[in-house]
């Protein structure tokens, strides 16, 4: 999968540099067309002539040196790269990616491209370990930049620990593997994809509400595959403490009223509408504008139902992909083909949330994906981003099968 890939080979100034020559070697061997870039302390272990021998290619040093006078260099660059590779990563390096920093022609070149970005780190074990490194490494993950993690031995600096350079063939073999996912993986690229997500909460008064134990976390997966699998990912979610996802655009609800408005607003030239947040069903026919004061004996609230968002857009269905989410106790199954069938649905996500690791709030899940045209797939026990990732490629397949 290397082969005819175009890829930009990051150098920062770090002993590990020699072992970016084996690199560079192993993928123009692989049959990659290798272009580097060198941090001007990375020249000071390593000559530029080295680099340019093993790649068969200019190298690039300084961000003022244009070669070609009809192109800007870190842009063309940027744009011809198929992904970018940094190896060997410094502290120095990944601290100005994370913060936006552009100083020479690495640091320029990597805030323009759209590429992927590949990053091994290698330094010096306390330095890897130092807080302010693990935040900006954070934060570059949160980006959907990938790590290559240094293996752990003798470091140049005399430490044992974690901070070796990965061997160059271990980095080629992480490359290689990625791009054979990418390749096979079903694209939802192009298609626009709405997921509603969380709890609601119904008002009392201004200190009391009801609510459920909906995390967020499963409709949050959700968005974040699909907008990794290339889709334009609108999320509609209620109350909860989960970060944005990358890619995703966010609209904030409380009430399943607010919530109702926002999903029928966003529903119209959506192609999949996945509705997995867990609306309330009843709210408190009367509130309060100031807080109700306690009193002898008993308080009765009388609740009065919400709208049914599920039916409401499985009514107005024209082309979107509609699919549901049930949570249940008992008889689930069952209980997720007459809801697939009464809402007009495409597909029913079940789940059992009296299975351990299936319910409210845990970062697992187990469930049933059932199509309208008779197709169950079990999905078993897994991390929530995993049985979302599952969950879009049933999606996929099967709006792909029903479209024949």
């Known amino acids: 999968m290397v082969n005819g890939k175009k890829i930009v080979l990051g150098v920062t100034g770090g002993i590990a540099a020699y072992k970016a020559c084996t690199l560079t070697s192993r993928l123009t061997q692989a049959g990659a067309d290798v272009k580097v870039v060198m941090t001007e302390s990375a020249a000071k272990f390593v000559s530029p002539l080295t680099f340019q021998a093993l790649s068969r290619n200019p190298v690039f040093t300084d961000t003022f040196d244009e070669k070609d006078p009809a192109k800007i260099a870190h842009i063309?660059?940027?744009?011809?790269?198929?992904?970018?590779?940094?190896?060997?990563?410094?502290?120095?390096?990944?601290?100005?990616?994370?913060?936006?920093?552009?100083?020479?022609?690495?640091?320029?070149?990597?805030?323009?491209?759209?590429?992927?970005?590949?990053?091994?780190?290698?330094?010096?074990?306390?330095?890897?370990?130092?807080?302010?490194?693990?935040?900006?490494?954070?934060?570059?993950?949160?980006?959907?930049?990938?790590?290559?993690?240094?293996?752990?031995?003798?470091?140049?600096c005399g430490y044992v620990g974690k901070g070796r350079l990965e061997e160059p063939e271990a980095i080629v073999e992480v490359i290689k593997d990625d791009l054979n996912k990418?390749?096979?993986?079903?694209?939802?690229?192009?298609?626009?994809?709405?997921v509603s997500a969380g709890p609601t909460k119904e008002k009392v008064d201004p200190v009391r509400y009801f609510t459920n134990h909906s995390s967020g976390k499963m409709g949050f997966a959700i968005a974040s595959e699909a907008a990794k699998m290339g889709a334009e990912v609108t999320l509609v979610t209620g109350p909860v403490g989960l970060e944005t996802p990358v890619g995703v655009r966010r609209i904030d609800v409380e009430s399943a009223e607010q919530m109702y408005q926002a999903m029928l607003e966003q529903y119209e030239g959506k192609d999949i509408v996945i509705k997995?947040?867990?609306?309330?069903?009843?709210?408190?026919?009367?509130?309060?504008e100031e807080k109700m004061k306690k009193q002898p004996g008993a308080w009765t609230v009388e609740m009065e139902r919400t709208k049914d968002i599920l039916l409401e857009l499985g009514k107005r269905k024209q082309s979107q992909y509609l699919v549901g989410f049930a949570a249940e106790t008992t008889d689930p199954l069952e209980y997720g083909r007459k809801k697939l069938e009464s809402k007009n649905l495409d597909a029913i996500v079940v789940n059992n949330i009296k299975t351990t690791g299936a319910g409210f709030g845990s970062d697992t899940n187990a469930v049933t994906y059932i199509s309208k045209h008779g197709l169950e797939k079990t999905i078993e026990l897994a991390a929530k981003t995993e049985v979302a990732k599952q969950l879009l490629v049933l999606i996929g397949s099967t709006m792909k099968d029903e479209s024949r």
């Open 76 to 156: 063309d660059l940027a744009d011809w790269a198929d992904l970018v590779l940094i190896a060997p990563a410094t502290a120095n390096i990944i601290g100005k990616m994370a913060n936006g920093l552009a100083d020479d022609m690495l640091s320029t070149m990597l805030l323009a491209t759209q590429a992927p970005v590949y990053i091994a780190p290698a330094m010096n074990v306390h330095m890897y370990a130092h807080p302010a490194v693990i935040e900006n490494m954070k934060t570059l993950e949160g980006w959907r930049y990938r790590f290559i993690e240094p293996g752990n031995g003798l470091l140049a």
């Open 276 to 288: 997995a947040a867990a609306v309330a069903d009843y709210r408190p026919a009367l509130t309060y």
């Open 182 to 194: 990418r390749e096979t993986t079903p694209t939802l690229k192009g298609k626009r994809v709405l």
